[in-house]
């Protein structure tokens, strides 16, 4: 694939496999696609700063150069999420 899609939730870099696909995207010289969790009262939200305070050091640059989708799940919402996600990719 061209694009690697990252879904930002709790933890996600704490999480080898995490790690290892994200380093071998970018060794690669992917497009990185980021996606977070938007809504406070789920268990994967995380406050964004601390996405930042957590990423690998190779990896720091992804916050400067990429642009984070939020995550939709209200169906009027989800569609142009869903349209958006797929032209970015």
Known sequence: SKVY???LTKG???RPAVEMELRRALDKRKTIQ?????QTNMDSFCDFGEFIDTVPRYAEDIFATTESMPYQRREYLAVAFVNELVQRI
């Open 12 to 14: 996600v870099f704490s």
């Open 5 to 7: 899609l990252l879904l």
């Open 34 to 38: 980021l996606v977070h969790e938007s």
